[in-house]
């Protein structure tokens, strides 16, 4: 088995709009994001810090890092999955998130883990 396979942890990310919390006419936009992390690798890791890159529509980038997600280092076995909500406001109707969760192996290994791109969209009504 290669090395990389031992340290495979595969992210998912769901999106919805939160109309209720937004205001079109203040530029705020709030998004909630569901992600799930699954180790499909054959070590156990722990997830020990993230790093989010925040794309606004209008150009303006904002960088948030910190430890763990939602007050959690979660340890995964493998096979084991987490699955967390959070949310960003952003000023745009559109707007996209990157980044990367920083984890920590059973055997003492160290390796980012890349979260894929993806677009926050405020939803239009077709009249």
């Known amino acids: 088995m290669s090395e990389n396979k031992k340290y495979e942890i595969d992210v998912s990310i769901r999106t919805a709009y939160l109309p209720d919390q937004s205001s079109e006419e203040e530029d705020r936009h709030v998004f909630a994001y569901t992600i799930t992390i699954e180790n499909s690798g054959t070590v156990a890791s722990q997830l020990i810090s993230r790093h989010w890159v925040i794309n606004n529509g209008d150009g303006s980038i904002q960088e948030v890092r910190g430890l763990g997600v939602v007050g959690e280092q979660p340890l995964l076995q493998p096979g084991d999955s987490f699955e967390y909500t959070s949310g960003t406001v952003i000023s745009s109707a559109v707007g996209s998130m990157k980044g990367c969760y920083q984890m920590a192996a059973e055997d ?13 969209s405020v939803p239009r009504i077709v009249h």
Request: aromatic share 16%; proline share 15%; net charge negative.
């Open 108 to 120: 003492g290994i160290h390796f980012d883990v890349p979260i894929p791109e993806f677009v926050l």
